[in-house]
């Protein structure tokens, strides 16, 4: 069933995008993903819609990805310029930081409207008006059916958005993980390689960067990395990570409470505390792989900088420079007024007060300790609140 499913998927993509000419890429971790919702997502006819239209629409971006590079073969070996990746654990602040580093004229970041459709504006295709209006409407229907999203995560047209947008067209995202209640995928992509996949991640970067001012440098942004930093710096030679820290326990109540506000959405058959063990296990195994990387980079050439959650809260202007001396870079005085200024426009609780706990997801403090341990031996000062 799942292996006819995926050719009508093609098939229906490829009526705007295009027909493939051979193997469609990607297409065997599309094929697990709708095997495993299937058999474990128990989706409901929104969840079930919602798959299918995010399953065509990323078809289509590969397919568009591919035509450009057919055009502009040149692209594929565009330099990227050593970029600034943020990640760590979910509900860390990485956001918050991204948000802050796209403050400077001298990032070029992803905005939502490139996330959806990752190739520029060209004459035969629709403006760049055009794909901030689609964007515009397709984040005011995701908010229709996940009202509670906004206070979690904020997206707007033009906004800085998460660079796992990307890896969704490769269908290898953390997004689809909490989403759907799909096991099987979830498994998979735990402890999957990617290399593949981030390779083409970075391909679309390259796509992309035609469109964004010279001299600039992609300030990326994405939780999903944590567990795949030996494939991310593979994939970007150079780039600096920035891992933001909190304390697991609050990261994990906060990652489980994001995940049901998605889930609640697409099915009817949520279990709080089966999405607290996944969110435990997927947050603490992702800090694991890190680690690993780390012992073996060490990080001892500045490409990992640490920052803590706390200090980022408390005084985003000095965490920014923190981070800016690491990359061997000075904070202007232009910028730092930029961060007050969206920071004060922008406090924490905007649009909504996000609350969680740990109970509500059938977990308790020593819980979530144990498999951190670990991490907290080495980063608990940064994880202190």
Same mark, same amino acid.
């Given at each position: 069933?799942?292996?006819?499913?995926?050719?009508?998927?093609?098939?229906?993509?490829?009526?705007?995008?295009?027909?493939?000419?051979?193997?469609?890429?990607?297409?065997?971790?599309?094929d697990?993903?709708?095997?495993? =919702?299937?058999?474990?997502?128990?989706?409901?006819?929104?969840? *079930?819609?919602?798959?299918?239209?995010?399953?065509?629409?990323?078809?289509?971006?590969?397919?568009?990805?591919?035509?450009?590079?057919?055009?502009?073969p040149?692209?594929?070996?565009?330099?990227?310029?050593?970029?600034?990746?943020?990640?760590?654990?979910?509900?860390?602040g990485?956001?918050?930081?991204?948000?802050?580093?796209?403050?400077?004229?001298?990032?070029?970041?992803?905005?939502?409207?490139?996330?959806?459709?990752?190739?520029?504006?060209?004459?035969?295709?629709?403006?760049?008006? *055009?794909?901030?209006?689609q964007?515009?409407?397709?984040?005011?229907?995701?908010?229709?059916?996940?009202?509670?999203?906004?206070?979690?995560?904020?997206?707007?047209?033009?906004?800085?958005?998460e =660079?796992?947008?990307?890896?969704?067209?490769?269908?290898?995202?953390?997004?689809?993980?909490?989403?759907?209640?799909?096991?099987?995928?979830?498994?998979?992509?735990?402890?999957?390689?990617?290399?593949?996949?981030?390779a083409?991640?970075?391909?679309?970067?390259?796509?992309?960067?035609?469109?964004?001012?010279?001299?600039?440098?992609?300030?990326?942004?994405?939780?999903?990395?944590?567990?795949?930093l030996?494939?991310?710096?593979?994939?970007?030679?150079? =780039?600096?990570?920035?891992? =933001?820290?909190?304390?697991?326990?609050q990261a994990?109540?906060?990652?489980?409470?994001?995940?049901?506000?998605?889930?609640q959405?697409?099915?009817?058959?949520?279990?709080?505390?089966?999405?607290? +063990?996944?969110?435990?296990?997927?947050?603490?195994?992702?800090?694991?792989?890190?680690?690993?990387?780390r012992?073996?980079?060490?990080?001892?050439?500045?490409?990992?900088?640490?920052?803590?959650?706390? *200090?980022?809260?408390?005084?985003?202007?000095?965490?920014?420079?923190?981070?800016?001396?690491?990359?061997?870079?000075?904070?202007?005085?232009?910028?730092?007024?930029?961060?007050?200024?969206?920071?004060?426009?922008?406090p924490?609780?905007?649009?909504? +007060?996000?609350?969680?706990?740990?109970?509500?997801?059938?977990?308790?403090?020593?819980?979530?300790?144990?498999?951190?341990?670990?991490?907290?031996e080495?980063?608990?000062?940064?994880?202190?609140?």
């Open positions: 069933m799942a292996a006819a499913l995926i050719g009508d998927l093609v098939a229906e993509a490829a009526v705007r995008a295009g027909p493939w000419d051979g193997e469609v890429p990607f297409a065997g971790t599309l697990l993903l709708i095997r495993s =919702c299937h058999r474990t997502a128990a989706l409901n006819p929104a969840g *079930q819609d919602v798959l299918h239209r995010t399953a065509v629409r990323r078809l289509r971006n590969l397919r568009y990805v591919q035509d450009h590079l057919d055009a502009r040149d692209v594929a070996n565009r330099p990227l310029a050593a970029p600034v990746v943020v990640t760590g654990l979910p509900r860390t990485t956001t918050l930081l991204h948000n802050l580093l796209a403050l400077d004229p001298a990032h070029r970041v992803l905005r939502t409207w490139e996330a959806l459709h990752p190739v520029p504006p060209q004459a035969d295709g629709p403006s760049a008006e *055009q794909l901030q209006a964007a515009a409407r397709w984040l005011a229907a995701f908010h229709r059916l996940v009202p509670g999203f906004a206070a979690i995560h904020r997206s707007t047209p033009t906004g800085p958005e =660079c796992d947008a990307l890896l969704q067209n490769t269908f290898a995202s953390q997004h689809f993980d909490d989403m759907f209640d799909a096991r099987d995928y979830a498994d998979w992509l735990a402890t999957a390689p990617l290399a593949a996949e981030y083409h991640y970075a391909l679309q970067l390259r796509v992309l960067s035609a469109s964004g001012p010279a001299g600039t440098r992609w300030a990326l942004k994405s939780p999903s990395h944590l567990g795949h030996d494939a991310l710096r593979l994939a970007l030679p150079g =780039c600096t990570v920035v891992i =933001c820290h909190r304390h697991p326990r994990v109540a906060s990652y489980a409470s994001l995940i049901a506000t998605l889930r959405a697409y099915s009817d058959s949520v279990s709080p505390v089966i999405i607290g +063990r996944q969110a435990l296990a997927r947050a603490s195994t992702a800090m694991a792989r890190a680690l690993a990387v012992d073996v980079a060490g990080g001892r050439d500045g490409s990992i900088v640490d920052v803590a959650y706390s *200090q980022l809260v408390a005084d985003p202007v000095g965490a920014t420079r923190g981070v800016y001396r690491a990359l061997g870079r000075p904070l202007s005085s232009v910028v730092e007024a930029r961060i007050r200024n969206w920071t004060a426009a922008n924490q609780h905007r649009h909504g +007060r996000h609350d969680y706990d740990l109970d509500r997801f059938g977990l308790t403090g020593a819980e979530v300790d144990a498999p951190f341990a670990p991490y907290l080495r980063f608990g000062a940064a994880c202190a609140t």
